[in-house]
């Protein structure tokens, strides 16, 4: 079960070890916990939507639908609404009702609900930073973390369904400064433009903390169903931007493998791992 914030983050974080294990035959969940409703158009190719949430909520669950055909997985809307990214200084308060603004249990009780009826061995999420630091992915976060910690226990959340107890909770590190840093002096001494060296100054000033990174995933062989679903988000992603701007072949072999750090287990683990089911009974069978 990979639990996202929005529609298109399963397809920029750890997509292609979504797109590797459903190749393997194994049941992959995507959990988008918002519509995505209050997402900006961020493709200039991309023609104007009508304004107001349900237009938008509209065209991303058929981008999501798309995405998720590209990947070979099964999707689940957890129901609520996108809280928006907000800026100013002081910041505005959270839009009424939105995602990030419902208390935790509220928030949680449709996963720890969905764990209990998917029955996942492994749970993807991010880290406590949300990976940045957008509201819907800090809550994602919370939320995850809830049940993970909840859905076995038969005393919490009793009328969310019979208790199952995952095994292995993981945060995705999809843009860690280790990895940018690396296709960038590969970009450049390759002759190849790089887009990330602003992007590596910008991180490295606001002095953000690398986290441990304990698992990393071979997945190079779906590199092109996670592009797939990537372009299936066609008012989020650009398919002349950021995401298409390292070459496939280069990356195939700089950087051939995705990231995350295990966050908890309820199995013994070795690390570090190149399998996100590794310790997990009946896996290899």
Same mark, same amino acid.
Not at 242 to 262: D, H, I, N
């Given at each position: 079960?990979?639990?996202?914030?929005?529609?298109?983050?399963?397809?920029?974080?750890?997509?292609?070890?979504?797109?590797?294990?459903?190749?393997?035959?194994?049941?992959?969940?995507?959990?988008?916990?918002?519509?995505?409703?209050?997402?900006?158009?961020?493709?200039?190719?991309? %023609?104007?939507?009508?304004? %107001?949430?349900?237009?938008?909520?509209? &065209?991303?669950?058929?981008?999501?639908?798309?995405?998720?055909?590209?990947?070979? &997985?099964?999707?689940?809307?957890?129901?609520?609404?996108?809280?928006?990214?907000?800026?100013?200084?002081?910041?505005?308060?959270?839009?009424?009702?939105?995602?990030?603004?419902?208390?935790?249990? &509220?928030?949680?009780?449709?996963?720890?609900?969905?764990?209990?009826?998917?029955?996942?061995?492994?749970?993807?999420?991010?880290?406590?930073?949300? %990976?940045?630091?957008?509201?819907?992915?800090?809550?994602?976060?919370?939320?995850?973390?809830?049940?993970?910690?909840?859905?076995?226990?038969?005393?919490?959340?009793?009328?969310?369904?019979?208790?199952?107890?995952?095994?292995?909770?993981?945060?995705?590190?999809?843009?860690?400064?280790?990895?940018?840093?690396?296709?960038?002096?590969?970009?450049?001494?390759? %002759?190849?433009?790089?887009?990330?060296?602003?992007?590596?100054?910008?991180?490295?000033?606001?002095? /953000?903390?690398?986290?441990?990174?304990?698992?990393?995933?071979?997945?190079?062989?779906?590199?092109?169903?996670?592009?797939?679903?990537?372009?299936?988000?066609?008012?989020? /992603?650009?398919?002349?931007?950021?995401?298409?701007? &390292?070459?496939?072949?280069?990356?195939?072999?700089?950087?051939?493998?995705?990231?995350?750090?295990?966050?908890?287990?309820?199995?013994?683990?070795?690390?570090?791992?190149?399998?996100?089911?590794?310790?997990?009974?009946?896996?290899?069978?």
């Amino acid at each position: 079960m990979a639990v996202h914030a929005h529609p298109d983050d399963e397809s920029s974080k750890g997509a292609a070890t979504t797109a590797r294990y459903a190749a393997d035959g194994v049941d992959v969940l995507v959990v988008t916990c918002t519509g995505g409703e209050r997402g900006d158009v961020l493709n200039p190719s991309y %023609g104007p939507i009508e304004p %107001g949430l349900e237009a938008m909520r509209a &065209v991303r669950r058929l981008e999501m639908a798309a995405a998720a055909q590209a990947l070979g &997985v099964r999707q689940h809307w957890l129901g609520f609404v996108d809280s928006g990214l907000p800026e100013g200084d002081p910041l505005p308060p959270l839009p009424e009702g939105c995602f990030a603004a419902q208390p935790l249990e &509220v928030a949680a009780a449709p996963l720890v609900a969905l764990v209990r009826e998917f029955r996942p061995h492994v749970i993807t999420t991010y880290d406590p930073t949300g %990976g940045y630091p957008h509201p819907d992915h800090v809550m994602t976060h919370r939320v995850a973390v809830e049940a993970w910690d909840a859905a076995g226990d038969a005393s919490r959340y009793p009328q969310a369904g019979e208790p199952w107890e995952p095994l292995k909770l993981y945060y995705n590190h999809g843009f860690s400064l280790v990895r940018m840093r690396a296709v960038h002096d590969a970009l450049v001494a390759e %002759g190849h433009p790089s887009p990330f060296g602003d992007w590596i100054d910008s991180r490295m000033a606001r002095e /953000i903390p690398e986290r441990e990174v304990t698992t990393r995933v071979p997945v190079a062989e779906h590199f092109a169903a996670r592009d797939a679903a990537l372009r299936a988000h066609a008012t989020q /992603i650009d398919p002349d931007g950021f995401f298409f701007a &390292v070459p496939r072949e280069l990356e195939a072999r700089l950087w051939p493998t995705e990231e995350y750090e295990l966050a908890a287990a309820r199995v013994p683990v070795t690390l570090p791992e190149d399998d996100l089911f590794a310790g997990v009974p009946g896996a290899a069978a």
